[in-house]
């Protein structure tokens, strides 16, 4: 059993101090409805921490909580060590948290610049700084590697989801961020694609981002994954390093709440489950 | 479709893309991409062009295409081959000039998907409104009669932006009520007599607005108003191109911009030529009419407007995807409202000249008609109705090709009903076109 403590936390995180956001004990109820109850969920810097669970579980309320758009009722927030409130997805930005929602928000007949920029562009006293935001899209997708789209000013309705995919996480590091929500961001799209976008989140780690990513593909899960985080009817069931997970015992936890399949699988057995 | 479909599937493999790696965005480049960002010679321009046009995003290029085909036709057929005489070229840019700013004001609000079906009689408001106030008993100076008739319909614009984003309202059945509304208003206003003249000789100001659209500029003025304009244009386009090539960015190559500003130099010129030939049968009659500058400037102003400023980028947003405007922090609600303000503003423009043209305002004026109209052009143009796509630029050339049709075939004897037969057809055309478009590259 391999729920959440700071104990049980792998020597590799306990060697840095405290992870980039720290939630504890976050409930929040609809009415009736307890969609969160007691949630501690750790999201360090430079790690990629997968979000697990069936529908219903609570994953988009969670999120949401994170991203400033819900109220938690109880449990605290800390952002670098220090309780913050996050209020809206105002306050969330100023953190530097950004999400990627299922949906992009792209606009289709704006290019990749426009785009990105959507909401903060640069100006020059009264005109658009079209020069300057092109320079500094280009460098922040040069520096994620999205090197397949062809100009950086094509229309974002003739890219591919992929393309599309990395054009809004692009757009959602570009603004000094340190934690980016990604919401189902392989749901929609075919194989390579999907290798192209786990490329990507790979890359936002190494530049020491902390990523969180909503997914219900295992497959992507134990492919980018550094840590799983489980939650089952609202709370919180299994956190901890992949290394504790295999894809039977993520169900498990995901469908019961609970695992009976004991220790860790042997360094290898992970590998077979790939694919 | 199968030049979009091949660039959807080719990149996506990722293999490919690592082994490629290539750090600058644009190397692979000759695609569906504007040409003037990929291409460092003017061949390749040319060819990335090519592409560009045979892919479905073909810009002004096809409402080019039917401007010249309908001259060439008109000229043809017309007797005398009056048509592409300079008198009739004047003409016809006169009364093409109503539909020209009408269409631009209807551009607007196609932009975001929403349409102001009450364009024609805001219009007939606002040119009303400015000719009561050179009448003989206030007789004030023209410029601010022209000012309180457009401050008039800037607020009947900003009722209609309000009702339609507070009360969440559609556009369409606002404005038809407003259609109604205006119509009646209008009535009113002419009063007894049904009309507000403005063909006084008597009267300056009077004088002065029917002067906008029926007298012209010495024709040595209008060659030094053309050096000013194309030094003006020629330095900014200068400017822009080659401060994208120092600072590394992809740019058109030298030749293009040189081209750009010959091409603008050499339009400028040939229409000022025609312009001075003398066209007067008794009297010599000769120069540029003081509308064409004044449409151009309203061209030039919108064209900044959107595609230079903030506000603008936020109008194509919010046309493209207003749930997306939303999240990025845009205020949809005044985008919207603005965007009404500004249609109704540039809908009093072309009341304001229809006045000066006919020499004031009667109940004969068709707002149904001139609205049809204000649509078409635009839409002929190349702005989209269904939002997102629409250039002020569109305004002007479709409603040339507009203004072509009508003029064409009075030319040629035909009655009004086969104008309006010929109108249709262009402009089912012209909605075609945009639907074909649409569905060949919007289908990610």
Redesign the interface.
Same mark, same amino acid.
């Given at each position: 059993m391999t729920v959440s403590a700071s104990a049980s936390e792998p020597a590799s995180l306990a060697a840095t101090s405290d992870p980039l956001l720290k939630l504890r004990g976050i409930s929040k109820h609809f009415g009736a409805v307890q969609a969160l109850y007691q949630v501690d969920l750790d999201l360090p810097a430079g790690q990629v921490t997968a979000l697990c669970g069936d529908n219903g579980a609570g994953k988009s309320c969670l999120t949401k909580t994170i991203a400033g758009i819900y109220q938690p009722d109880e449990g605290e927030i800390f952002w670098e060590g220090r309780q913050v409130h996050v209020r809206s997805p105002k306050d969330a930005a100023g953190l530097g948290i950004e999400t990627v929602y299922q949906d992009l928000a792209l606009a289709d007949n704006l290019d990749i610049v426009q785009n990105m920029f959507l909401g903060r562009e640069r100006k020059t006293r009264v005109f658009l700084d079209e020069d300057d935001m092109e320079k500094a899209a280009a460098e922040t997708l040069a520096g994620l590697r999205v090197t397949t789209v062809r100009s950086i000013r094509q229309p974002v309705a003739t890219l591919s989801g992929g393309q599309r995919q990395a054009v809004a996480v692009a757009k959602a590091v570009m603004w000094n961020s340190k934690l980016v929500l990604l919401d189902e961001p392989t749901a929609a799209l075919g194989v390579a694609q999907t290798a192209m976008v786990l490329e990507l989140i790979r890359r936002l780690k190494d530049h020491g981002l902390a990523v969180m990513v909503i997914s219900h593909n295992l497959n992507d899960v134990f492919e980018v994954a550094d840590r799983i985080a489980v939650l089952r009817l609202g709370r919180m069931v299994a956190q901890d390093d992949i290394s504790a997970f295999d894809r039977e015992t993520v169900v498990d936890f995901m469908t019961s709440g609970e695992s009976s399949r004991g220790q860790a699988p042997a360094p290898g057995a992970q590998k077979a489950v790939e694919r | 479709m199968t030049g979009?479909d091949d660039? +959807?599937?080719k990149?996506?493999? $990722?293999?490919a =893309?690592e082994v490629? !790696?290539? $750090?600058d965005? /644009?190397a692979? =480049?000759v695609? #569906? #991409? $504007?040409p003037a960002? #990929?291409a460092q010679s003017m061949s390749q321009y040319m060819r990335a062009w090519t592409v560009r046009v045979r892919g479905g995003d073909a810009g002004v290029l096809p409402v080019v295409l039917a401007l010249v085909g309908v001259s060439l036709v008109l000229q043809i057929v017309s007797p005398r081959g009056l048509f592409l005489s300079p008198g009739n070229l004047v003409n016809l840019f006169i009364q093409s000039s109503v539909f020209i700013v009408l269409a631009m004001s209807e551009g607007f609000v196609l932009l975001l998907g929403d349409i102001d079906l009450s364009v024609g009689y805001v219009a007939a408001i606002g040119g009303i409104i400015a000719g009561e106030f050179v009448q003989p008993g206030l007789n004030w100076p023209w410029w601010i009669a022209i000012i309180i008739g457009l401050a008039v319909t800037c607020v009947i614009g900003l009722i209609y932006g309000l009702i339609i984003t507070r009360l969440r309202l559609p556009a369409f059945v606002v404005t038809l009520a407003g259609f109604l509304f205006y119509f009646g208003v209008m009535i009113i206003l002419l009063g007894a007599g049904g009309s507000v003249p403005i063909s006084s000789t008597i009267l300056v100001n009077q004088e002065f607005l029917y002067g906008i659209v029926n007298t012209n500029i010495p024709p040595t003025f209008g060659w030094i108003g053309l050096a000013v304009i194309v030094v003006i244009l020629g330095a900014t386009i200068w400017l822009r191109d080659a &401060?994208?090539r120092r %600072?590394g960015?992809?740019a058109p190559p030298v030749g293009l911009t040189v081209a750009k500003i010959a091409f603008l130099a050499g339009a400028g010129v040939v229409v000022v030529a025609i312009c001075n030939v003398n066209r007067g049968t008794f009297l010599p009659i000769a120069g540029v009419p003081w509308v064409l500058p004044i449409v151009l400037a309203v061209l030039g102003a919108w064209t900044?407007l959107l595609e +230079? /400023?903030?506000f603008g +980028?936020?109008m194509?947003?919010v &046309? &493209?995807?207003a749930?997306?405007?939303r +999240?990025? &922090?845009?205020s949809v609600n005044n985008v919207r409202t603005i965007a009404f303000v500004l249609c109704s503003l540039t809908a009093g423009i072309g009341g304001v000249i229809y006045l000066s043209w006919q020499g004031g305002i009667s109940t004969n004026i068709n707002g149904g008609q001139l609205v049809l109209y204000a649509v078409a052009a635009a839409v002929i143009g190349g702005t989209s109705l269904f939002g997102?796509?629409g250039r002020a630029i569109h305004g002007l050339l479709g409603g040339l090709v507009i203004g072509a049709i009508y003029n064409g075939l009075y030319l040629l004897g035909l009655a009004i009903q086969w104008q309006l037969i010929a109108t249709g057809l262009v402009l089912l055309a012209a909605v075609a076109v945009d639907s074909l478009y649409r569905r060949g %590259? =919007?289908g !990610?």
């Open positions: - | 979009i660039l +959807r599937d990149p996506d493999d $990722p293999l =893309a490629e !790696a290539a $750090p965005l /644009t692979a =480049a695609d #569906v #991409v $504007p960002l #990929v &401060g994208r %600072s960015l992809v900044i +230079r /400023t903030q +980028r936020h194509y947003a &046309g &493209g995807n749930e997306a405007a +999240r990025a &922090g845009i997102g796509r %590259s =919007a !990610a």
